[in-house]
């Protein structure tokens, strides 16, 4: 049964969009750029969450993860049974960087026509005031709902999601049935996001004077090799599994590629080591193991062939020197594709709040990148969705901004998911 449209016009009253704008701006203001050298962090703009969310007769408390970086839990129990939905935003932002090739303050939240600017209305703080604003509301309603609404108020989501990953570890997760993920995709209801494996390769050869490389061991024959190989795992998976609908298609990519590995470098030195970085981006029906085995089999070749190489050079010009050069790969992370099925609950719920709203079908589409769904989904096997108020491409830009109309509209979107997914399957209510 879905909720009537009595309940439907009560909740949407008191989505109050002055009260959203402020609320974003308010968050945009402040600097929650994770920077220990400036001095920044997400702590201010989770204090803030903390008292605001008190003043609206929340449940709320908040969780160290690391120092100057807290995760801020809101939590409303409309009823002690049925089920729990999360509601997941981050409070830390990416740095704006040469503030000066901005037209806008990056913390000034400047609304120009209608359209706020600044490092965060997008990614994430928009659709983070939403989806509070959203929570407000539907306790405001007065409408009776089946279960608990938390709102997850995480840090560290732009690098290592310690954030989520602490939530999870502390047991907040334990419960939750279905998370709502707000960042921005311009309205699309996404159920699925590309997986993530970063690695890192280290070549050790031997340093020398530029003008006797015969002396050392140089790695660059390794790079060129490893950079060959790389590409060739990914023309594997081009064919198989090939483009996926939503998420397009996978990748091999070195990011960065560095000689000497560390300190710096000289035209006339040959450096003795070297690194190659690598952002290895993956659709569903690829699996991480296997590609981890793909990694270390292309060290292991590359290593054999270029030796192989020196050898039959040094042959040639009857050198006798050491060819011990060494190649190793490591992981840095490992994050899975996620997938939810389209008859779950939420995505059902999902998608008749953006009919309700919108009045026309939504757009389905996948996440290019990890969020912290990734490991909501990946540890605690809770269903995803992935949606909210801005453009795809503008996260991470110079004048940063959000369409304050749909940052509007996501917050009813949100407030209208949780009243489908929470509305009483059965039994009489009053509304």
């Given at each position: 049964m879905a909720p009537t449209q009595h309940s439907i016009d009560r909740v949407l009253q008191f989505i109050n969009p002055d009260e959203l704008i402020e609320l974003t701006a308010d968050l945009v203001k402040i600097n929650s750029v994770w920077d220990p050298v400036a001095g920044t962090s997400e702590q201010p703009a989770a204090e803030y969450v903390f008292n605001w969310a008190q003043k609206q007769g929340f449940e709320v408390q908040?969780?160290?993860?690391?120092p100057c970086r807290p995760n801020v839990i809101v939590t409303w129990a409309a009823d002690t049974g049925g089920l729990t939905l999360m509601f997941e935003g981050h409070t830390d932002v990416v740095t704006p960087g040469d503030e000066s090739v901005w037209d806008y303050d990056p913390f000034g939240a400047e609304i120009v026509g209608r359209r706020m600017f600044g490092r965060g209305t997008n990614d994430t703080k928009g659709n983070l005031a939403a989806m509070l604003t959203a929570m407000a509301a539907l306790k405001r309603s007065g409408v009776s709902l089946s279960g608990t609404i938390i709102g997850g108020v995480l840090c560290d989501e732009e690098d290592q999601m310690l954030g989520v990953r602490d939530f999870i570890e502390r047991g907040h997760a334990d419960t939750v049935t279905a998370a709502v993920i707000c960042e921005p995709?311009?309205?699309l209801i996404c159920t699925t996001q590309k997986g993530a494996l970063r690695a890192r390769y280290r070549i050790s050869g031997r340093m020398s004077h530029g003008a006797m490389p015969l002396a050392g061991l140089n790695t660059a024959p390794a790079v060129a090799g490893l950079i060959k190989r790389l590409h060739e795992l990914e023309l594997k998976a081009v064919d198989d599994p090939g483009q996926d609908d939503h998420l397009g298609w996978p990748s091999f990519t070195p990011t960065v590629i560095q000689a000497p590995a560390a300190g710096t470098p000289q035209l006339n030195v040959?450096?003795?080591d070297a690194q190659i970085l690598v952002d290895i981006r993956t659709v569903p029906g690829q699996r991480h193991p296997d590609i981890v085995n793909d990694l270390e089999a292309a060290a292991a070749d590359v290593e054999r062939q270029i030796r192989n190489d020196y050898l039959e050079y040094d042959q040639r010009l009857k050198l006798e020197r050491s060819r011990d050069l060494r190649i190793n790969v490591e992981m840095l992370t490992d994050r899975p594709c996620t997938l939810t099925d389209r008859d779950d609950p939420i995505v059902a719920a999902a998608d008749w709040a953006s009919r309700q709203q919108t009045k026309q079908a939504p757009t389905y589409a996948g996440v290019p990148g990890a969020t912290d769904g990734t490991f909501l989904w990946a540890l605690k096997n809770i269903p995803i969705v992935t949606m909210g108020a801005g453009d795809r491409q503008v996260p991470h830009q110079v004048d940063e901004w959000v369409d304050l109309d749909q940052l509007i509209e996501t917050a009813k979107i949100y407030?209208?998911?949780?009243?489908?997914?929470?509305?009483?399957?059965?039994?009489?209510?009053v509304d």
């Open positions: 908040m969780d160290t993860v690391a995709q311009d309205g040959m450096p003795g407030a209208l998911t949780a009243l489908h997914y929470l509305w009483p399957k059965s039994g009489s209510r």
